[in-house]
C-alpha cells in the first residue's frame, strides 16, 4: 500500500511540476481566461500558440474564410481574439489589426501593434486550462499547496512505520 500510495503523490507532484514550468517558460500555450471568443474558445480551453509573423497573420485574413484567432499584449493584459482588420498607412505598410472576441458586440477599441502578437491560435485542447486557472488563482494554489502537504506528510508517516517494522 505504502509503495502504491508514495508513486501517486510522486506523479501527482511530476504532473503539476510540468505543467508550472510548461506554463512558465514556454511561450506557446496558454489558456482562455473568459467568455469573449464563445463558441469558438471556451473558458478554461488550453491552447497551443504558433509563433507567425503579422505579414503572414495579414496574408491569412485577407486570404480566408476563417480569419485568424491571435494572442497577443493589451492594455488589460494577454488577450485572445480574432483578427476583426488589418489596418495599414498611407504607403501600405502594416500598421497593426483590429481585433475582436467572437462573443464581443463590437471590436475592441485599440489597435494591436504587430510586436504585441505573440503568436496565432494553432489547436485547443478543452477545459485543460481550467486547472491552470484554478492553480493561479488565491484559493487553488492554497489548496493545491495543503493537498500536496498532506500527501507528503502521509508518505513520511507511512514510509517511518515501514523502516520501523523492517527493523524488528
Known amino acids: 500500500m505504502g509503495d502504491r500510495s508514495f508513486k501517486v503523490v510522486l506523479i501527482v507532484i511530476l504532473v503539476l511540476s510540468a505543467v508550472w514550468l510548461t506554463l512558465t517558460y514556454t511561450?506557446?500555450?496558454y489558456y482562455v481566461?473568459?467568455?469573449?471568443?464563445?463558441?469558438?474558445l471556451m473558458p478554461g480551453d488550453l491552447i497551443i500558440i504558433r509563433q507567425v509573423s503579422p505579414?503572414?497573420?495579414?496574408?491569412?485574413f485577407k486570404s480566408g474564410e476563417e480569419k485568424p484567432i491571435i494572442v497577443f499584449n493589451s492594455p488589460y493584459?494577454?488577450?485572445v481574439h480574432r483578427i476583426y482588420h488589418v489596418v495599414y498607412d498611407s504607403e501600405g505598410r502594416l500598421l497593426g489589426f483590429?481585433?475582436?472576441?467572437?462573443?464581443?458586440?463590437?471590436?475592441?477599441?485599440?489597435?494591436?501593434?504587430?510586436w504585441d502578437v505573440?503568436?496565432?491560435v494553432a489547436f485547443r485542447i478543452p477545459l485543460l486550462g481550467t486547472v491552470v486557472m484554478f492553480s493561479k488563482s488565491r484559493?487553488?494554489?492554497?489548496?493545491?499547496g495543503i493537498?500536496?502537504?498532506?500527501?507528503?506528510?502521509?508518505?513520511?508517516?507511512?514510509?517511518?512505520?515501514?523502516?520501523?517494522r523492517r527493523k524488528d
Open 27 to 29: 511561450k506557446n500555450v
Open 33 to 40: 481566461p473568459s467568455r469573449s471568443m464563445e463558441p469558438t
Open 55 to 60: 505579414e503572414r497573420l495579414a496574408e491569412e
Open 77 to 79: 493584459g494577454l488577450i
Open 98 to 114: 483590429r481585433t475582436k472576441g467572437d462573443n464581443n458586440p463590437g471590436p475592441d477599441v485599440y489597435l494591436v501593434k504587430p
Open 118 to 120: 505573440k503568436g496565432e
Open 139 to 144: 484559493i487553488g494554489f492554497t489548496v493545491i
Open 147 to 164: 493537498v500536496l502537504m498532506i500527501l507528503i506528510v502521509l508518505n513520511v508517516v507511512e514510509l517511518t512505520v515501514w523502516v520501523r
